[in-house]
């Protein structure tokens, strides 16, 4: 079975800092990793993904994140928060068998100007 | 390329009614992923479709119940209304390609009165 946790349920950052949005999963098999971001009112948007390979992954609008197997996380960064940034930030993880995708209860990042 | 289409966008109902949500995926997905987000439960897993078949289901009573098209199109029905049910309703997809990179759609509110 898998789960997600997610530390912080808000984040504030103020514009031009980094941006750390932990992330923990545990899983019964190698793991694929997701972050999505949702904006208020809408669906969620992939940010980027971990499958195979390389650990560091790079994502859309400067985001990235690291597999770290040996401490079960996959922590979601990005150097230098925008105001656009500002949003609920979802990790997911799957089962390599199976398709559902098993969501952390996300974290509200908010931006200060 | 169009991206997954749901319909209506808000739904409003009243206790013991039914509601059927519609979900179009993106051309050429044939997999079909249904998940509830319900305020302070999170996004939780409730129906996969592949291929016109269920796959797989997430821990929700028999109420809940869809459906899969010919045309990869997908109807989620959910019988004897609850004021529980109240929740915005994702649908995401995804091609045999690449079945774990899920696509969203912007989502159903269903309001139960």
């Known amino acids: 079975a898998q789960s997600v946790t997610q530390l912080g349920s808000h984040v504030s950052v103020s514009e031009g800092a980094l941006v750390l949005l932990r992330c923990n999963y545990s899983?019964?098999?190698?793991?694929?990793l997701f972050w999505y971001v949702q904006y208020p009112n809408q669906g969620l948007q992939l940010l980027l993904k971990?499958?195979?390979?390389?650990?560091l992954v790079k994502g859309i609008n400067g985001f990235e994140a690291e597999f770290k197997k040996s401490e079960t996380s996959f922590h979601l960064t990005k150097p230098s928060a925008h105001m656009s940034d500002a949003a609920e930030y979802f990790c997911a993880v799957s089962a390599r068998y199976g398709n559902k995708l098993v969501f952390g209860a996300g974290t509200i990042l908010r931006v200060k100007s | 390329e169009a991206g997954v289409t749901q319909s209506p966008t808000h739904l409003i109902k009243t206790r013991g009614q039914q509601a059927t949500l519609r979900c179009s995926p993106i051309s050429g997905h044939t997999s079909v992923y249904w998940y509830q987000q319900a305020l302070g439960l999170g996004l939780q897993f409730l129906l996969w479709y592949d291929e016109g078949e269920e796959r797989n289901r997430g821990n929700f009573p028999p109420r809940f119940s869809g459906r899969q098209f010919p045309n990869y199109s997908s109807e989620l029905n959910v019988n004897a209304l609850e004021l529980e049910d109240s929740a915005l309703y994702l649908c995401a997809s995804s091609s045999q390609q690449d079945l774990y990179e899920q696509f969203f759609g912007p989502g159903t509110r269903l309001t139960v009165l």
């Open positions: 899983s019964s098999v190698p793991p694929y």
């Open positions: 971990y499958t195979t390979g390389a650990t």
